[in-house]
Nanobody, 118 residues
């Protein structure tokens, strides 16, 4: 049973902060690259951030760079996305996904809703 479960979404005022969690079961996250994606109604899915399986290198979309921070806690088998200075355009369902290094992400979570009011 392989699962990823996101949590931490909610409603927040513009300028506020949220921390999303992505907890894995059935596999060890430290063997996978983890990506955060988001999708707003009527818009394409967008890659937000990612962290590598080995050296901890990170990626951020230009739209979130300097505001969001991705991190791992291998002891908890969990990846986090700290989101600061939130804007209404950050409103979306946020998903985490795991890649074993192949061309696709193998496992996806159920998503967590983030709503930022102006």
């Amino acid at each position: 049973e392989v699962q990823l479960v996101e949590s931490g979404g909610g409603l927040v005022q513009a300028g506020g902060s949220l921390r999303l969690s992505c907890a894995a079961s059935g596999f060890s996250l430290d063997d996978y690259a983890i990506g955060w994606f988001r999708q707003a109604p009527g818009k394409e899915r967008e890659g937000v951030s990612a962290i590598s399986s080995r050296d901890g290198s990170t990626y951020y979309a230009d739209s979130v760079k300097s505001r969001f921070t991705i991190s791992r806690d291998n002891a908890k088998n969990t990846v986090y996305l700290q989101m600061n200075s939130l804007r209404p355009e950050d409103t979306a369902v946020y998903y985490c996904a795991a890649s074993d290094g192949g061309p696709t992400y193998d496992y996806w979570g159920q998503g967590t809703q983030v709503t930022v009011s102006s």
